[in-house]
């Protein structure tokens, strides 16, 4: 099976501008990076900060943050005249680096905005695949890992959050990013990101597995509607093979604590299985195994399915509003793969050996087709009425039925009505109105004890009034 990540080699230069001068959509680029701004799309698009990266003959990667650029045409003129290695985007700057006041440091500006991502890659996944990959290696096999979790977060986002825009891109290499492009998204403060991490990231690493965090229960009520049905995927696909010792070994391991137990119920498993079981037979096999060895059987069972399929994201990408990330229809630096948008209800069916590349021209031929996606986005976003958000601060001290929700509209006039006559953190937007279950975490300068007795006590809570 053809492996991304090939034998490193540097992309030709002349390549790369080809690509920019004749191929890229930098319409679509620069329509994508204004989208969710309140500022004017060209005010957005001069404050908004790139990386231009290059490679040195040593394999090694060079940076180059905080460039800035007037106009899309100046922008263009620069990658034609650079032909850098990679481009990196970073949040609209509250200042234009070029007139920065004396004493004040690039690292010192702040941040206007920014569009959150959430950012998955597959050796996150390193303890549970079963191909031939490891590390950063990426196969069509393991891809399904990705696509599973990018399906998980995009409805997460969409029913918990009232996410509706969401642009899924394969990174290039070994992952793939979700730009959430809400109008208010791009307004999220850090607490808010913070918030979302913590609610996607469900488990805890403990050693070399991770173990179900029950302070998170409120994921619980997403098990039958994703979790499961994507899980189910993955075993027809063969993707998480019932027969593979790793995989078996990583089960028992979530099932039991103890070494003894552990090699006991796998013994169990592995022996009681017969040979012209498929692969999903197997499963539920062993359903019925551990039914009849755990006295919690079915609290076991999904636990197992989450943990084996449940997003591994990066924190950093969606909490820090100064992260860096690949700008989309750009290339990876060590593959030459194009960063291209995939269909997130058909992710399973995308094939990330055969995205379009730098080192085949012949593959740049039809890029049309990849750069539809993002076209259909923005054809949609100017049928959309503008978001606005309104954040406060909450004290999780308090019992849940005090907290401020935060809470969707459908009425505009109703919105500002129940604004000037309640205390409560509420947004508008177009969608259908729904209730969220997300309560801005903000716990000051609490310890980090504190900090996550109150988690407890908010999930607690949460749980109990929405499940």
Known sequence: MDHIVKPYRMIDRNAIRRYIDNTMPLQEVWQLLTMCSDLHPDDAFCMREFNLGFQRHDGADGYSRFHQFDSLEAFKRELLRRAPARIDVGAILSTETDYMPLGITWRQVEAYEKEPVIDIDVDDYADVRSCNCSGKMLCAQCWHFLATAASIVNYLMEEKFGCNRIMWIYSGRRGV?????????????????????????????????????????????????????????LVRREVVLMRNTKIMTYITKIALGTETKNMTLLRALMSSAKPEMNNMSLWNHYKLVLQQHHPAAQQVIRTIVFSLVFPRIDRNVTTAMKHLIKCPYSWHPRTGAICVP??????????????????????????????????LLLRENSELARRMVCIECCDLQQPLSKLPLYIVFNDPEEWEEHQRTHDHTMAYTADNSRLHNLVVLMCGNKTGSERQALKRIFYDQLSERLL
């Open 177 to 233: 990013h979700g730009w959430i492009l809400d109008q208010s998204a791009a307004h999220y403060p850090e607490s808010f990101r913070h918030a979302i991490a913590d609610y996607l990231s469900t488990f805890q690493v403990n050693r070399d597995h991770r173990v179900f965090s029950g302070t998170c229960k409120v994921a619980l009520s997403s098990y039958e509607s994703i979790v499961l049905p994507q899980f189910e995927e």
């Open 342 to 375: 995939f269909d997130v209800y058909s992710a399973h069916e995308f094939d990330p050996t055969c995205a379009p590349n730098l080192h085949d021209p012949s593959s740049l031929s039809d890029f049309w087709k990849w750069s539809r996606p993002i076209q």
